[in-house]
C-alpha cells in the first residue's frame, strides 16, 4: 500500500506581514481530509501561531491551495466555527477569535488527557498495572527535561 503525504505551505499576506501556515495533509490517514486541517488550524490557534484577529485564508483560497473541494475547506471551517475558535464574517472572510488564556489552558488539558487515555488503554492491553505505567511516564517526563 502506497501512502501519500501532502505538505502545503500557505501564506497570508496581510499589511505587509506574511505569515506561513502548513498543512499536511496524509492519504494514509484515518481521518477525513476536513478533520486533518481542522485539527491543524485548530493547533494553530491554541498554540499562539495564529493570534486573535488574524485572518485565514479565504475558503476558495485554502482549497484551491491544497487542491481540495471547496466543500471540503467549508466543513473545516464550520467545524472551527462551532467551537469558537474563528468567526466568519460575509464578505470580509474569517478571523481567528479572541480566546483567552484560561480557554486555551482548558482545551490543551482536554487533548491532553485524551492522550493520557489512550496511553492507559494500550498499557492495560499490555497488561501493565498503574504503577508500571507511572513509571515509565516519569522516566519518559525525566528524560523530557534533560533534552531541554
Not at 75 to 104: C, H, M, P, Q, W
Not at 111 to 130: C, N, T
Request: proline fraction near 2%; charge should be neutral.
Amino acid at each position: 500500500m502506497k501512502h501519500i503525504v501532502y505538505i502545503y505551505y500557505i501564506y497570508i499576506k496581510q499589511l505587509s506581514m506574511v505569515m506561513q501556515m502548513n498543512i499536511i495533509l496524509s492519504n494514509a490517514s484515518n481521518d477525513p481530509i476536513y478533520v486533518q486541517i481542522t485539527q491543524q488550524i485548530r493547533s494553530l490557534i491554541l498554540n499562539g501561531t495564529l493570534s486573535s484577529g488574524e485572518p485565514l485564508p479565504s475558503i476558495r483560497q485554502l482549497a484551491k491551495d491544497l487542491q481540495i473541494s471547496v466543500i471540503t475547506t467549508k466543513r473545516a471551517y464550520e467545524e472551527l466555527e462551532k467551537e469558537g475558535l474563528i468567526d466568519s464574517v460575509v464578505g470580509k472572510g474569517s478571523f481567528v477569535t479572541g480566546i483567552n488564556a484560561d480557554f486555551v489552558r482548558e482545551q490543551r488539558m482536554k487533548r491532553l488527557e485524551q492522550q493520557m487515555l489512550a496511553v492507559i488503554k494500550e498499557g492495560k492491553a499490555l497488561r501493565l498495572s498503574l504503577v508500571e505505567i507511572q513509571q515509565h511516564i516519569q522516566l519518559l517526563y525525566e528524560e523530557g527535561d534533560m533534552d531541554t
